[in-house]
């Protein structure tokens, strides 16, 4: 199985894409000449309608306002002076220095100068105070890591993504702040795995099982910290590498930025189970001496997350609920759309509890807001660009705007859209609109043309034929990217690239359309996405080939019913037709108890219950299961030795797993650009592929 790890371990190989061999065409006559200097040796320069993009935004933003400036060097205390962090498996977990290109210029042309802006205030690197008391190191990862002082020692929230990096601000921020106290209690703000991933480069497992370090989470968090990302999560991977630009180099044509921070450590991921959960809407009580009230905030940002208040300090940990951004409320790598007007509502309620004499606000990304008038300017315009991407969202739908055209339609307040914290780095308007409507109405605009849409290739064929073939659509498609008119350029040579997947010409020239949109984007999402799809029509996507397990800990917190549920997903149904089996699985050691039900080439599942004639048992501890989960043991090996009990048809086992299938997250995403395929490795049919916990 390749996860996305080994899938991002393969981009040194790809970084020198002018090595790589393509498909040798003939140069068309006004095909315009690659840029020196570009990272890949069909790149384009941003086009004269890109520049015109790029300096009206940079006459029209409010460029004077430079308090994030401010308020992102405020307390700055020490900076982090190694530019690598190293991974305890020998690679690279954190790289600073292929950033340092931002600060080589002041302007860039192929990089939107609010994106430009948003990337430099990420490039913060090293140890800050936020006030006496709270510290915070920045820059070692996609999110911050929080030290807040308790009478005993330091209360940690959130602490990212990998042990290395964690290792690494832990060190620093002693350093300078002092070595003679240990971590006291560590707070996962929510769900994702930015926020818990690197937990074990700072306290022991065992000392959370004693209880002598608290452990606290919003309620359910262990039941959610993975199931969001299980179900989908191969495609959620491969959209990842769109999304967040994996494999594009950083460079001003490429990647540049995160816009929740500059990047994913790519270090030791774990997950260590809290021993304190916060259950009620509001629960007050001390950590390590220190008076904290925890707001529970559901479905917002995260599945589940939570806020902190600590009135001792005046001090407002807004999670990731209140960053620097306007988040996703659709996010492209693919989730659940999220609730806008619920999280508007518990923006609202912490300014009504907490914000009107809070003195610091802070967060797991970005930097802290000082001074109560901020907090409640920050708070209040938060509140409202959620609330009315929900409220006027539904306002144009009531009035027949639909899915395929709100983007095009709404516009985020005036008043909010010179707030530089509500511009769209991380969510964008554009999809964050469409993500309503798909939320309240699902995806059908209403027209039945779009109702059951023909096949894209054979869609794609006709168009080919009706525009007299491909040699006049390369022609016209050219003439509108010289014109600048890049959206309606994509729409017809999309087609031709639909129906002729081999035509590299047709690659070739969608990719100079996508290069050019992507430039102008200010959203990270959009602008890497275009970017990344570019990157793989001129080149294909790139391979990997190791094999890896998931983590331990990762595959602890999957639920016996979440496996099962995902084995059915991974079945190929077509390879079930006929099979009619019953299990019972029962796993003494947590009392679970399931019955597995195979019929209509469909795999069920029902926990709680066992039937009385079953084809087979199986009476497993869960503990040793875990060993299937991950691939470490066989069901074979554990029957053979008597780990797993079973009485009946064994041979039902080999037929399940005849029907499973591995997922590689290589698939085409751009029709032709599938490079030759690089066997996977040969995995248990019963793995569980979660993968890497997708931070956000
Ligand atoms: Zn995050």
Same mark, same amino acid.
């Given at each position: 199985?390749?996860?996305?790890?080994?899938?991002?371990?393969s981009?040194?190989?790809? +970084?020198?894409?002018?090595?790589?061999?393509?498909?040798?065409s =003939?140069?068309?006559a006004q095909?315009?000449t =690659?840029?020196?200097?570009?990272f890949?040796?069909?790149?384009?320069?941003?086009?004269k309608f890109?520049?015109e993009?790029l300096?009206?935004a940079?006459?029209?933003?409010?460029?004077?306002?430079?308090r994030?400036f401010?308020?992102?060097k405020?307390?700055?205390?020490?900076?982090?002076?190694e530019?690598h962090?190293?991974a305890?498996?020998?690679?690279?977990?954190w790289?600073m220095?292929r950033?340092?290109?931002?600060?080589?210029?002041?302007?860039?042309?192929?990089?939107?100068?609010?994106?430009?802006r948003q990337s430099?205030?990420?490039n913060n690197?090293?140890l800050?105070e936020?006030v006496?008391?709270i510290?915070?190191?920045?820059?070692?990862?996609?999110?911050?890591?929080?030290?807040? $002082?308790?009478?005993?020692?330091?209360?940690?929230?959130?602490?990212?993504?990998?042990a290395?990096t964690?290792?690494?601000?832990?060190?620093?921020f002693?350093n300078?702040?002092?070595e003679?106290?240990?971590?006291?209690?560590?707070?996962?703000?929510?769900t994702h795995?930015?926020?818990?991933?690197?937990?074990r480069?700072?306290?022991?497992?065992?000392?959370?099982?004693?209880g002598k370090?608290l452990?606290?989470?919003?309620?359910d968090?262990?039941? &959610?910290?993975?199931?969001e990302?299980v179900?989908?999560?191969n495609?959620?991977?491969?959209?990842l590498?769109y999304q967040?630009?994996?494999l594009?180099?950083?460079?001003?044509?490429?990647?540049v930025d995160?816009a929740l921070?500059?990047?994913?450590?790519?270090?030791?991921?774990?997950?260590?189970?809290?021993?304190r959960y916060?259950?009620?809407?509001i629960?007050?009580?001390e950590?390590?001496?220190?008076?904290?009230v925890?707001q529970n905030?559901p479905?917002?940002e995260?599945?589940r997350e939570?806020n902190?208040y600590?009135?001792?300090?005046?001090a407002?940990?807004?999670?990731?609920?209140?960053?620097?951004?306007?988040?996703?409320v659709?996010t492209?790598?693919?989730?659940p759309?999220?609730d806008p007007?619920?999280?508007s509502?518990y923006?609202?309620?912490?300014?009504?509890r907490?914000?009107?004499?809070?003195?610091?606000?802070?967060?797991?990304? &970005?930097?802290?807001?000082?001074?109560n008038?901020?907090?409640?300017?920050?708070?209040? +315009?938060q509140?409202?660009?959620?609330?009315?991407l929900?409220?006027?969202v539904?306002?144009?739908?009531?009035?027949?705007?639909t899915?395929n055209?709100?983007?095009n339609?709404?516009?985020?307040?005036?008043?909010l859209?010179n707030?530089?914290?509500c511009r769209?780095?991380?969510?964008? =308007?554009?999809?964050n609109s469409?993500?309503v409507i798909?939320?309240f109405l699902?995806?059908?605009d209403?027209?039945?043309a779009?109702?059951?849409p023909?096949?894209?290739?054979?869609?794609?064929?006709?168009?080919?034929e009706m525009?007299?073939?491909?040699?006049k659509?390369?022609s016209?498609?050219?003439q509108?990217?010289d014109?600048?008119?890049y959206?309606?350029?994509s729409?017809i040579?999309n087609?031709?690239?639909?129906a002729e997947?081999q035509?590299?010409?047709?690659?070739d020239?969608? +990719?100079?359309?996508?290069?050019?949109?992507?430039?102008?984007q200010?959203?990270?999402?959009?602008?890497n996405?275009?970017?990344?799809?570019?990157?793989?029509?001129?080149?294909?996507?790139?391979?990997?080939?190791t094999?890896?397990s998931s983590s331990?800990?990762?595959i $602890?917190?999957?639920?016996?019913?979440?496996f099962l549920n995902?084995?059915?997903i991974?079945?190929d149904?077509?390879?079930?037709?006929?099979?009619?089996?019953t299990?019972?699985?029962?796993?003494?050691?947590?009392?679970?108890?399931f019955?597995?039900?195979m019929?209509?080439a469909?795999?069920?599942?029902i926990?709680?219950?066992?039937t009385?004639k079953?084809?087979?048992?199986?009476t497993?501890d869960?503990?040793?299961l875990?060993?299937?989960?991950?691939?470490?043991a066989?069901f074979?090996?554990?029957?053979?030795?008597g780990?797993?009990?079973v009485?009946g048809?064994?041979?039902?086992?080999?037929?399940?797993?005849s029907?499973?299938?591995e997922?590689?997250?290589r698939?085409e995403?751009?029709?032709?650009?599938?490079?030759?395929?690089?066997p996977v490795a040969?995995?248990d049919?019963y793995?569980a592929?979660?993968?890497k916990?997708?931070?956000?």
């Amino acid at each position: 199985m390749i996860n996305r790890r080994q899938f991002v371990k393969s981009i040194p190989a790809f +970084a020198v894409a002018g090595h790589l061999i393509f498909s040798e065409s =003939p140069a068309r006559a006004q095909e315009p000449t =690659p840029l020196k200097g570009h990272f890949h040796p069909k790149g384009k320069a941003p086009s004269k309608f890109t520049i015109e993009v790029l300096e009206e935004a940079r006459s029209q933003l409010p460029f004077t306002d430079k308090r994030d400036f401010e308020e992102q060097k405020k307390g700055f205390i020490a900076p982090m002076k190694e530019m690598h962090i190293p991974a305890d498996a020998g690679h690279v977990a954190w790289d600073m220095e292929r950033f340092q290109f931002l600060y080589k210029q002041d302007d860039f042309d192929s990089i939107h100068p609010s994106l430009l802006r948003q990337s430099v205030l990420n490039n913060n690197y090293g140890l800050y105070e936020v006030v006496p008391g709270i510290y915070q190191v920045r820059g070692f990862d996609l999110s911050n890591i929080t030290f807040v $002082r308790g009478k005993t020692g330091w209360i940690v929230f959130d602490p990212m993504i990998s042990a290395e990096t964690v290792r690494a601000a832990w060190k620093l921020f002693q350093n300078h702040v002092g070595e003679e106290l240990p971590v006291s209690a560590v707070i996962y703000s929510h769900t994702h795995g930015d926020h818990w991933g690197g937990v074990r480069g700072i306290v022991k497992e065992e000392d959370v099982r004693s209880g002598k370090v608290l452990l606290i989470a919003p309620i359910d968090f262990m039941d &959610h910290t993975i199931s969001e990302n299980v179900y989908a999560g191969n495609a959620m991977n491969r959209r990842l590498f769109y999304q967040y630009g994996l494999l594009l180099p950083a460079s001003p044509h490429g990647f540049v930025d995160m816009a929740l921070g500059k990047g994913v450590s790519a270090g030791a991921t774990g997950l260590i189970a809290p021993n304190r959960y916060v259950t009620m809407a509001i629960e007050e009580f001390e950590v390590d001496g220190v008076g904290m009230v925890f707001q529970n905030t559901p479905n917002t940002e995260a599945p589940r997350e939570m806020n902190t208040y600590i009135p001792g300090m005046k001090a407002l940990w807004m999670a990731e609920n209140v960053t620097a951004v306007q988040h996703n409320v659709y996010t492209l790598r693919g989730a659940p759309v999220r609730d806008p007007l619920n999280w508007s509502k518990y923006i609202n309620e912490s300014l009504y509890r907490f914000g009107l004499e809070a003195e610091v606000m802070f967060a797991s990304h &970005h930097w802290p807001r000082w001074g109560n008038a901020r907090i409640q300017e920050v708070l209040r +315009a938060q509140r409202d660009l959620y609330a009315n991407l929900n409220n006027q969202v539904l306002h144009l739908a009531n009035q027949g705007v639909t899915i395929n055209e709100i983007h095009n339609v709404y516009e985020v307040p005036e008043g909010l859209q010179n707030q530089w914290h509500c511009r769209g780095y991380h969510g964008s =308007p554009e999809n964050n609109s469409r993500g309503v409507i798909q939320r309240f109405l699902g995806y059908w605009d209403g027209n039945p043309a779009n109702l059951l849409p023909a096949p894209q290739g054979e869609s794609g064929a006709l168009f080919v034929e009706m525009m007299g073939g491909s040699e006049k659509i390369l022609s016209r498609g050219r003439q509108l990217h010289d014109e600048g008119r890049y959206l309606l350029a994509s729409e017809i040579v999309n087609k031709l690239v639909q129906a002729e997947p081999q035509n590299q010409d047709a690659k070739d020239l969608l +990719a100079d359309v996508f290069e050019q949109i992507g430039y102008q984007q200010e959203n990270v999402g959009l602008r890497n996405s275009f970017l990344a799809a570019t990157y793989e029509l001129r080149s294909g996507i790139p391979q990997g080939e190791t094999a890896d397990s998931s983590s331990p800990d990762v595959i $602890r917190a999957m639920s016996t019913e979440l496996f099962l549920n995902f084995l059915a997903i991974r079945m190929d149904s077509r390879k079930a037709e006929g099979m009619s089996f019953t299990i019972n699985l029962i796993t003494p050691d947590n009392g679970e108890k399931f019955i597995i039900e195979m019929e209509n080439a469909t795999l069920t599942n029902i926990e709680g219950y066992l039937t009385d004639k079953p084809d087979l048992a199986i009476t497993i501890d869960r503990a040793d299961l875990e060993q299937v989960m991950m691939g470490s043991a066989t069901f074979e090996s554990q029957i053979k030795n008597g780990t797993a009990k079973v009485d009946g048809d064994v041979t039902i086992l080999a037929k399940l797993a005849s029907t499973m299938i591995e997922f590689d997250p290589r698939f085409e995403i751009m029709p032709g650009t599938k490079a030759g395929s690089v066997p996977v490795a040969e995995a248990d049919p019963y793995e569980a592929m979660p993968g890497k916990p997708i931070p956000e």
